[in-house]
């Protein structure tokens, strides 16, 4: 491969590189400082500004910043956006800790809004975090608090359209994020269609979207990085929080297992919505049911000064169940309970004042189980995957010019396809599909250098791996979709279809002054799995398609150039980005096709590429009493497909020309905040018919009437435009006592969504009507105008 | 087909969420497309009224009317042949019958403008036009100055065993109860990969109509022997019979490529919602701006009483 050699060049001098530094940094005899920065909850102030003397550093996003320093005396002084700074003056004359308390700006001034670092010094472009406390501020629909709902307000960020619940990130699939919830990648983060994501309020501490310029250490999806991070137990009290809204509950206990060395949160909650759909429509709706559950857990331990392990757990469950049993002709049963569980381990230890690793362990499981009766027609379907895996990063911080990164990633996946059945009557149709496996590795070296004070480049290279190995069987199919009564068998651990790609990763910011500055970055990102789903919705049943013999893997490059700058201490801000990235190996399936049970199923794929490009504008006001952000995006996303179109490129369905959001935040009084939201979207590009005909013609005799059946004709991909989505939300928190020194505290939120009860269609379609004679367009809409009331109280 | 149902399952999902939704009219403007040929032709080994052509046209989506447009005047033909094993075919001339539009006495004398018949049917219907299992036949239709064709092969039929009853239960509507039967059928899968089938049956709803468009059929039922090759097979199918009726129950074996077609056409003609993606008919067809299928059924069919 020609890529490979280029890329040993680059080895090569990255490794030179490296030892230069290294063997200067390793002279004078060094003291290690370690300097925590946290807030008055205790909870880590990530990206705050560190001055000691006069070198400027940024600290981690754990709220850690490692380095060594020669005896002698030093100031430091500590800045983050929305606190107010600390400076402390030592003498260092041993390894020592510190940790510095920020106190939030809010009891001075009032609410504080946006994320703490400024995005001016961090060379991470396209990057957006958003903290638990700004999310639980804004407007949500019924009041369920959803940091992935959230993140769509950012620009760049889309969602499929009302109660959807892909992201689409600068013109990637919904399969295309690599959603991480303490670094363990989470493959279908919804419950109920995606009207809810599985991420509770009560258990995170903040969300980071990476649209661009993705570091070397994320790899495996094409798109982006949604990095969920939950939170840490309170090590110094217990702690019992909780909410009640229309729709759902919750409860989170937390406190210290040893006093400030390790805690332990819990948080639960459980919808009832079919609890209260049943008091309104009792009758229409009978039996039926849905409701999800999830738990996360969280426990931390620090061992000692230098050593600490995280242990993470999550558990969700949807149920939905459908009862017909009316003697009005067949009986219609259907029952499925699907969810994650997550499991993970993490080691993390501070080997020197320079150097740090973590370790992590995983085990990952998504599972579907369900039954439908239909007359006497049964399936039973399930299906799911399970991943091990095991991760280990080093931080390698050799001197204020640079610092390195290097680790490796390794998984086992094991899908479950389809186990299932069906049977009519009598007959059974059971369908072999077997068990599929495959290894996924990956190792990375990332170099982050400060060439000049104003310069810094991060430099990374992400080799990855792919092997999809037996033991399964394939049903061999012809061109046509009929078996040839052949199976091509593969013994345990031999190759399908193995894959490795080498991903270079650049990014450059450049300092035009203190306030602001301008970034470059180049990405290629490569994605070993496929996301097998027909529809605009997450079906529980949507499959993930490990690479193999027709299947190849998806390989992105993106470009993209940025200017942030900020004023007033950091307070406003303006990040301009562009991109242009390019994709291949897309996947969409032919009309019509069928996933569940399907031993064919690549042979319902097709393939092609795909190109988005487009221009982001987010200004945000950080501090004060209004704060908020607008955002813009104008962009394209296109699809090229031999097989689809006439082979002619057409627009993705969910590109959006404009995109807009504004996002206030405004702080009445001491006890009422009032948060407003704003979207407008450009509507998504749909497959609409170009005519119709009669088919499967009869006659009767008697009546002399015709009987046929319409049949709609489709011509161009996605040449019709859904309406632009636009809708208004308000809410209002209010907090009783917010000056109260006991314990309980209490705060209410009124949400209003979608306020001037704009009808935004869910979707759209032509009814034609064939005993009226009628045609007709229609639209179908979930949320009017949809008011909401939460008490979320904590003592 | 089984897709279907198994994605319908969902929509209920979304349905019950959408109980607090609402649905509006909505002007929906559509782009025209090229007006396409629409072709509907059977040939079976069992009926030789049930073996015709129906030529029409597709029109623009708002246009008044939901019958077909019929094309008429056409030169429509069907010639019989034989497969060779290098999968090309020989025509036998001399089998070629024109099939012509005009009024039969077996269909009330009605006029049906763009249905083709063989005219046997009218003076010498033992003579008329009949499928036999194990040939090939060529469709040709020349229709406004345009040339367009297409073959299909009648199978071997497999045959049913037997028709049995049972999984009884009432049907209440609105002001009629009716106590009803399923049919299951019961026949040996041949040992080949490969086999499709389709179901139709006339009872006492249709036993008054014409046409494979007027005949019972279940859209749900699998007709492949994908999962089940070589098997006994006792299929019972969702749908219910009256008792005291008397069922006329065929099965139709087919090629996969008319297999495809009609499972395209089941797809196509349950489409809509929020979770459908636009299904073309997988034509079998060629010229241009053509869609439709030439249908070899091969049948095999019993009767049964519903008791």
């Given at each position: 491969?020609?890529?490979v050699t ?11 590189l ?15 400082l ?8 205790l ?6 500004t560190?001055?000691i ?36 003056e030592i003498?260092?004359?041993?390894d020592?800790n510190?940790?510095?308390?920020l ?7 009032t609410?504080?809004?946006?994320s703490?670092?400024?995005?001016v ?5 396209s990057?957006?975090?958003l ?17 992935l ?11 499929g359209?009302?109660?959807?619940a892909?992201?689409y990130i600068?013109?990637?699939?919904p ?5 991480l ?12 269609l ?6 509770n309020?009560d ?6 979207v990476?649209?661009g310029?993705i ?13 969920v ?12 929080s ?13 406190g210290?297992?040893s ?31 849905y ?13 000692n ?6 242990f ?17 002709g067949?009986?219609r ?17 501070q080997?020197?004042?320079k150097?740090?690793q ?20 049964t399936?039973?379907y ?26 490796w ?19 059974d ?42 033991p ?8 046509d ?12 651990g031999?190759?399908i279809?193995?894959?490795?790609y080498?991903?270079p990763?650049f ?9 602001s ?9 490569v ?19 490990p ?6 893997p ?12 900020d004023?007033?201490?950091?307070a ?8 242009y ?10 009309p ?29 006001k950080k501090?004060?009493?209004?704060t908020?952000?607008i ?13 689809l ?25 001491r006890?009422w ?17 170009t005519g ?8 009767n005799?008697?009546?002399r009437?015709?009987i ?13 435009r ?12 209010f907090?009783?006592r917010?000056?109260?020194k ?12 979608n306020?001037?009860n704009?009808?935004?269609p ?7 009507d064939?005993d ?5 367009g ?9 008011p909401s ?7 | ?21 609402c ?22 080994n ?10 029409s ?6 246009e008044?009317?939901l019958?077909?447009?019929?094309v008429?005047?056409a ?16 025509w ?10 005009g ?5 009330n004398?009605?006029?049906?403008p ?24 060529k ?6 100055g345009k ?25 209440k ?33 249709n036993?008054?109509s014409?046409?494979?468009g007027?005949?019972?059929t ?6 492949t ?17 009256v008792?005291?009726d ?17 499972d ?20 079998t ?6 869609v439709?299928?030439f ?11 519903i008791?």
């Open positions: 491969m020609r890529g280029n890329t040993n060049y680059i080895i090569r001098y990255l490794v030179l490296l030892l230069g530094m290294m063997t200067q940094a390793s002279q004078a005899q060094q003291h290690t370690t300097i925590q920065v946290v807030d008055s909850t909870i880590p102030v990530g990206h705050a560190i001055r003397n006069k070198r400027e550093m940024l600290v981690d996003s754990s709220g850690t910043y490692t380095a060594g320093f020669s005896r002698g005396n030093y100031r430091i002084y500590i800045t983050a956006v929305g606190h107010n700074p600390a400076v402390q003498f260092l004359r041993s020592s510190l940790r510095f308390i106190h939030p700006r809010e009891s001075l001034l609410s504080v809004f946006v703490a670092y400024s995005n010094r961090r060379n991470q472009m990057a957006q975090r903290s638990i406390t700004q999310i639980k501020k804004l407007p949500v629909i019924l009041g369920e608090i959803d940091p709902k959230t993140i769509t307000l950012l620009p760049g960020v889309k969602n359209g009302e109660a959807s892909g992201l600068r013109g990637g699939g399969d295309q994020n690599l959603v919830l303490d670094g363990i990648p989470v493959y279908n983060p919804n419950h109920l995606g009207f809810f994501s599985i991420f309020g258990a995170i501490r903040n969300i980071e990476i649209k310029g570091p070397a250490e994320f790899g495996g999806r094409l798109s982006s990085v949604i990095d991070n939950s939170r840490e137990g309170d090590k110094d009290s217990f702690h019992l909780g909410g009640i809204g229309l729709i759902s509950s919750r409860l989170a206990v937390e210290p297992l006093k400030g060395k390790s805690s332990y949160l819990i948080s639960a909650r459980r919808t009832y919505i079919d609890q209260v759909a049943k008091l309104v429509a009792k009758d229409s709706l009978g039996d039926n049911g409701y999800f559950y999830d738990v996360n857990a969280k426990l931390d331990f620090q061992l000064k230098k050593n600490a392990l995280a993470t757990f999550y558990l969700g469950k949807d149920d939905f169940s459908f009862v017909d049993d009316d003697e009005d067949p009986d049963r259907f029952n499925a309970i699907w969810g994650n569980t997550i499991l993970g381990l993490t080691w993390k230890q080997l020197s004042y150097l740090r973590e370790l992590s362990v995983v085990r990952n499981d998504f599972d579907l189980d369900s039954r439908m009766i239909y007359g006497t027609t399936y039973i399930a299906s799911g995957l399970t991943d091990y895996a095991a991760k280990n990063d080093w931080v390698y911080t050799a001197n204020r010019w640079l610092k390195a990164k290097a680790g990633q390794y998984t086992w996946h094991n899908f479950r396809p389809g186990a299932g059945s069906s049977t009519a009557g009598l007959q149709f059971k369908s072999n599909i077997e068990d599929r496996h495959a290894h996924e590795a990956a190792a990375y070296v990332s170099a982050d250098l400060n060439i000049t004070p104003a310069i810094n480049l991060v430099a990374g290279l992400r080799y990855s791996y792919f092997n999809q190995v037996g399964t069987s394939f049903v061999v199919y012809d061109a979709g009929s078996p040839t009564g052949e199976t091509e068998q593969y013994g345990k031999q190759s279809g193995s894959y490795h080498p991903e990763r990014s450059l910011l450049y300092k035009l002054s203190p306030q500055s301008i970034k470059l970055s180049y990405t290629r990102t994605q070993y799995l496929h996301l097998a789903t027909t529809s605009a919705a997450t079906f529980p049943g949507d499959l993930w398609v690479s193999g013999r027709k299947i190849k998806a390989q992105a490059e993106q470009v993209a150039a940025g200017y942030a700058c004023w007033h201490d950091g406003w801000e303006l990040n301009v980005e562009a991109y990235k390019t994709m291949s190996n897309q996947i969409e399936f032919k019509g096709a069928r996933l569940l049970l399907n031993q064919n199923l690549e042979g319902e794929m097709v393939f092609g590429k795909g190109t988005a490009y487009g221009l982001e504008v987010f200004f945000q501090t004060g009493r209004l908020g952000w955002g813009y995006t104008l962009s394209r996303t296109e699809r090229t497909f031999p097989d179109n006439k082979g002619k490129t057409f627009p993705y369905r969910y590109d959006r020309t404009h995109d807009a959001s504004l996002v206030l935040n405004y702080k009445l009084s006890k905040d009032i948060a407003s939201v704003f979207v407008y979207g450009t509507g998504n590009a749909l497959t609409m018919p119709r005909f009669a088919y499967s013609l009869g006659f005799r008697n009546e009437t015709p046929f059946t319409n049949i709609n004709q489709y011509e161009q991909v996605n040449d019709y859904m309406p632009a989505y636009h809708r208004f939300d308000l809410a209002f928190t907090t009783p917010p000056d109260s006991k314990r309980f505290k209490s705060s209410w939120n009124f949400g209003v969504y306020a001037y704009r009808y935004n869910y979707f759209i379609y032509i009814d034609v064939e009226l004679q009628t045609i007709k229609k639209k179908v809409f979930l949320f009017p105008i949809v009331v939460t008490w979320n109280f904590k003592f | 087909m089984k897709t279907v149902l198994l994605k319908r399952k969902w929509m209920w999902l979304a349905v019950c969420l959408a109980a607090v939704g649905e509006r009219d909505f002007e929906i403007d559509l782009n025209d497309g090229q007006p396409q040929l629409i072709v509907e032709a059977y040939i079976n069992e009926m030789p009224l049930y073996n015709y052509v129906v030529l046209r597709s029109k623009d989506f708002y008044s009317g019958q077909n447009v019929a008429t005047g030169m429509v033909t069907i010639t019989e042949g034989m497969r060779m094993p290098d999968n090309t075919y020989q036998d001339g001399a089998t070629t019958v024109q099939m012509k539009e009024r039969l006495q077996q269909l004398n009605s006029s049906l763009g249905f083709y018949f063989d005219q046997r049917l009218a003076t010498d219907s033992i003579n008329a036009l009949m499928g036999k299992p194990g040939k090939s036949y469709l040709d239709i020349e229709a406004d040339k367009y064709s297409a073959i299909t092969e009648l199978l071997i039929p497999v045959a049913i065993d037997s028709l049995t009853l049972g999984n009884y239960y009432l049907d509507n609105e002001d009629t109860v009716y106590r009803k039967a399923r049919i299951t059928v019961h026949y040996k899968d041949p040992d080949t990969i490969g086999n499709t089938q389709l179901y139709y049956w006339r009872h006492w709803e036993r008054n014409f046409g494979w007027a005949l019972g279940n859209r749900y039922t699998p007709g022997d994908d999962l089940i090759n070589g098997q006994y097979v006792d299929l019972t199918l969702s749908n219910g019979f008792i005291g008397t069922v006329n129950y065929f099965m139709s074996s087919v090629e996969r490529k008319v297999y495809n077609f009609w395209s056409f089941n797809k196509a003609r349950s489409n809509g919602g929020p979770f459908a993606t636009p299904v073309s008919l997988q034509s067809i060629s010229g241009e701006n053509v439709g299928c249908s070899g059924f091969s049948l095999s069919g019993k009767t049964i009483s008791k």
